[in-house]
């Protein structure tokens, strides 16, 4: 069973503006990742939170986290058509051992 | 240093066949994870091997196995395929220990008909 949800479940701007996606989820979590794929192969990381940090960083993403509503944000800016791709968060429990995925954000970026 | 490899590609089964999906983790990992996504879908927990041995499982009967090697390799099998099972299978390879960082293979993509 998936953790919890994304929204939108898809996403369709210009080039250069700026895409944002949401997760929510349900269990306590050690991390929270946001994974990308490209025409359903495999998926590539792109960044990690912990659950004790609000905020981070990398190149043109920036991820938050809300622990205490249990929801997360993927903010990608001056979008480019090759960010075009599935976006997908995962959470991950020591608990468990395991990562569970969400539904998934479909975004095209239009040249 | 290569990645995670798997093997095949593509594949195409009629019902009630079986199958055997393969798959080689990045050098230095230990750990397996297979997953299976349904089209349109999230990645779904299949099971985890971790020396020899199945950890962890999600929510998939038995028709669902699998096995992993001294050389840490592992192999999925599904039995008495239903059209249900066509899907990208995923592998994901990680160390013990940091079984939260997973390396995802391109996958294989399975069709029953």
């Known amino acids: 069973s998936q953790q919890g949800e994304e929204d939108p479940q898809a996403l369709s701007i210009q080039e250069g503006e700026n895409a944002t996606m949401n997760c929510s989820y349900k269990?306590?979590?050690?991390?929270l990742q946001w994974y990308r794929q490209n025409s359903g192969r495999g998926l590539v990381h792109l960044i990690l939170?912990?659950?004790?940090?609000r905020e981070k960083h990398s190149g043109r993403l920036r991820v938050t986290l809300d622990s205490s509503k249990k929801s997360s944000s993927l903010l990608i800016t001056a979008s480019r058509a090759a960010d075009t791709a599935s976006y997908f968060c995962?959470?991950?429990?020591?608990?468990?051992?395991?990562?569970?995925f969400g539904q998934g954000t479909t975004l095209q970026v239009k040249p | 240093d290569a990645g995670v490899t798997q093997s095949p590609t593509h594949l195409i089964k009629t019902r009630g066949q079986q199958v055997t999906l393969r798959c080689s983790p990045k050098s230095g990992h230990d750990t397996v994870s297979w997953y299976q996504q349904a089209l349109g879908q999230g990645p779904q927990f299949i099971f985890q091997y971790y020396e020899e041995e199945e950890r962890q499982r999600g929510n998939f009967p038995d028709r669902f196995s699998g096995h992993q090697f001294p050389n840490y390799s592992s192999e999925l099998n599904v039995n008495a395929l239903l059209l249900g099972d066509s899907a990208l299978y995923l592998c994901?390879?990680?160390?013990?220990?940091?079984?939260?960082?997973?390396?995802f293979g391109p996958g294989t993509r399975l069709t029953v008909t």
């Open positions: 939170i912990r659950s004790n940090e």
């Open positions: 995962a959470t991950f429990s020591s608990n468990t051992g395991k990562l569970i």
């Open positions: 994901a390879s990680s160390a013990a220990g940091r079984t939260y960082e997973q390396y």
């Open positions: 269990t306590s979590i050690n991390n």
